[in-house]
């Protein structure tokens, strides 16, 4: 992502939205960079496993209003597992899993 922040409501829920800017018409995520974004949470509180289990995911795609059609983001954009021998393959399906339920993803054009 190239930025989020959170929002807290007032029944105390709390959304984590991840801004992503993006041109092509396909902005997919790879397993490393999603774990690795988890871990810099982590580190960032001192009780992210507790908290993070009450977090809603959304990321919200940026693109420009001049962005023609044919290049637009329509679909879901994928986490995808990639070469890296730093995650064993339970860990990446787990991280695949997470992407598939709990992020919510929207497209927007700003003009």
């Not at 997919?28 to 974004?37: G, R």
């Not at 209003?65 to 986490?79: A, H, N, P, S």
């Not at 992407?99 to 919510?104: A, D, F, I, L, S």
Request: a negative charge; glycine letters at 4%.
């Amino acid at each position: 992502v190239d930025g989020f922040y959170f929002v807290k409501s007032e029944l105390e829920r709390v959304t984590l939205i991840g801004i992503q800017t993006a041109t092509a018409t396909i902005h997919e995520t790879t397993v490393t960079a999603v774990i690795e974004f988890n871990k810099y949470l982590k580190n960032c509180f001192s009780d992210w496993t507790d908290v993070s289990k009450n977090i809603s995911w959304e990321i919200i795609y940026l693109q420009p209003y001049d962005t023609d059609e044919r290049r637009r983001i329509k679909g879901w954009q994928k986490c995808t597992l990639n070469e890296s021998g730093n995650y064993n393959l339970e860990e990446q399906n787990d991280t695949i899993r997470f992407w598939n339920e709990k992020v919510n993803q929207y497209q927007v054009n700003l003009s």
